[in-house]
């Protein structure tokens, strides 16, 4: 996608900063796998007997794929609102270093600390990568502007999505709701795997996918968090012993 | 509509359980991001947990499969994933690749299956 050159008169306006930040939607792959995880997303809510309304809810206020899926998968599977409140909060965790990164790239002298609720509601691993990306082609005063409209369509798509999915899983043969279903894992898992910039982020994945099945054994009904802080912690030790040897 | 919006409830549930925990660490980091290391130690440790619980999510979408998913036979899922990890590691990294094979090879295999 062209953006005009950052002198131009046309980013004057807000408004159209918006609209520009909006259309950026159509131009990078990872809004493909957005819609096929929000896909996946409805068509899991929809079997887990959640509504649509509910399911859409969760998109627009919780805006966050794997809190979502460990939302509907912990309820669903009969966890206590205390159980899947902790896991959704660990998991929201690295939204923090996110949105610390993400603000100071469209902070101005003048930028109130209000202006930047909306763009740390919208911040999630796709709109911080996108970030990175569009944030140098955009004038400093348009980027808040211009991340909002990014970061609602990429929302509106979401719901979409979700809506689709979610009317399929009900409506579907039992072999097309079940690859619909088959999005989530698929999608998540290589998404993760992407992102895994440090050693110790492959082997938590790693770990956490081996251990899970070895913790229902205990069935203390915090299974995804027992092998997920267990997993986590081992490839953290990993990484500080690697850190050790190499110094 | 009453379908539509279901059951009050489980709102309510969604508030408590879903956003809040979610929305917590987003104001966090807009109001204490300042003076934040984003390498330290700390962040390696809760990256490496949350990394590991979505991949216990993964984990348990697959081997204890939700509604629909729980009709195709455990290795055909299990062997889907494992092909479409070898094809994202082929081509690159491509999510969209590993995705799209994964699928082919589960909707395939369950036709064929019957």
Not at chain 1, 25 to 39: G, K, Q, R
Not at chain 1, 40 to 52: E, K, R
Not at chain 2, 20 to 46: A, K, T
């Given at each position: 996608?062209?953006?005009?050159?950052?002198?131009?008169?046309?980013?004057?306006?807000?408004?159209?900063?918006?609209?520009?930040?909006?259309?950026?939607?159509?131009?990078?792959?990872?809004?493909?796998?957005?819609?096929?995880?929000?896909?996946?997303?409805?068509?899991?809510?929809?079997?887990?007997?959640?509504?649509?309304?509910?399911?859409?809810?969760?998109?627009?206020?919780?805006?966050?794929?794997?809190?979502?899926?460990?939302?509907?998968?912990?309820?669903?599977?009969?966890?206590?609102?205390?159980?899947?409140?902790?896991?959704?909060?660990?998991?929201?965790?690295?939204?923090?270093?996110?949105?610390?990164?993400?603000?100071?790239?469209?902070r101005t002298p003048k930028t109130k600390r209000r202006h930047l609720i909306l763009v740390a509601h919208l911040t999630a691993v796709t709109l911080w990568v996108e970030c990175h990306r569009f944030l140098p082609q955009v004038p400093r005063e348009r980027r808040i502007a211009f991340i909002q409209g990014l970061g609602c369509g990429l929302v509106f798509l979401s719901v979409i999505a979700n809506t689709i999915g979610y009317l399929l899983a009900a409506n579907l043969s039992q072999l097309f709701a079940g690859a619909i279903l088959m999005l989530t894992p698929l999608a998540f898992l290589f998404s993760t795997a992407r992102n895994c910039r440090e050693l110790a982020d492959g082997v938590a994945l790693a770990l956490g996918l081996a251990l899970y099945p070895l913790a229902t054994l205990l069935d203390s009904g915090l299974d995804i968090l027992v092998s997920g802080v267990v997993g986590g912690t081992i490839a953290y030790g990993v990484h500080r012993a690697r850190a050790k040897a190499i110094a | 509509m009453s379908s539509f919006i279901g059951d009050w409830h489980a709102l309510v549930v969604l508030f408590v359980a879903?956003?809040?925990?979610?929305?917590?660490?987003?104001?966090?980091?807009?109001?204490?991001?300042?003076?934040?290391?984003?390498?330290?130690?700390?962040?390696?440790?809760?990256?490496?947990?949350?990394?590991?619980?979505?991949?216990?999510?993964?984990?348990?979408?697959?081997?204890?499969?939700?509604?629909?998913?729980?009709?195709?036979?455990?290795?055909?899922?299990?062997?889907?994933?494992?092909?479409?990890?070898?094809?994202?590691?082929?081509?690159?990294?491509?999510?969209?690749?590993?995705?799209?094979?994964?699928?082919?090879?589960?909707?395939?295999?369950?036709?064929?299956?019957?």
């Open positions: 996608m062209r953006l005009p050159p950052l002198d131009s008169a046309h980013w004057q306006s807000p408004v159209r900063a918006f609209a520009w930040g909006m259309s950026a939607i159509t131009s990078t792959v990872l809004t493909l796998v957005l819609f096929a995880t929000y896909l996946g997303i409805g068509a899991l809510a929809h079997d887990t007997h959640f509504s649509l309304a509910w399911t859409l809810a969760s998109t627009v206020f919780v805006w966050a794929g794997p809190a979502q899926i460990i939302l509907v998968s912990t309820l669903g599977s009969g966890a206590t609102i205390l159980q899947s409140a902790i896991a959704v909060s660990v998991s929201a965790i690295r939204l923090f270093p996110m949105v610390v990164s993400v603000l100071p790239m469209m | 879903g956003v809040i925990p979610n929305q917590i660490w987003r104001m966090l980091g807009l109001w204490f991001g300042g003076g934040l290391d984003e390498g330290s130690e700390l962040l390696v440790w809760v990256r490496a947990v949350a990394t590991a619980i979505l991949a216990g999510v993964i984990a348990q979408i697959l081997v204890q499969p939700p509604g629909a998913l729980a009709s195709v036979p455990d290795g055909l899922r299990y062997g889907a994933v494992v092909v479409g990890f070898a094809v994202f590691l082929a081509t690159k990294r491509s999510i969209f690749a590993g995705v799209a094979c994964g699928e082919i090879v589960m909707v395939a295999g369950k036709w064929w299956l019957g």
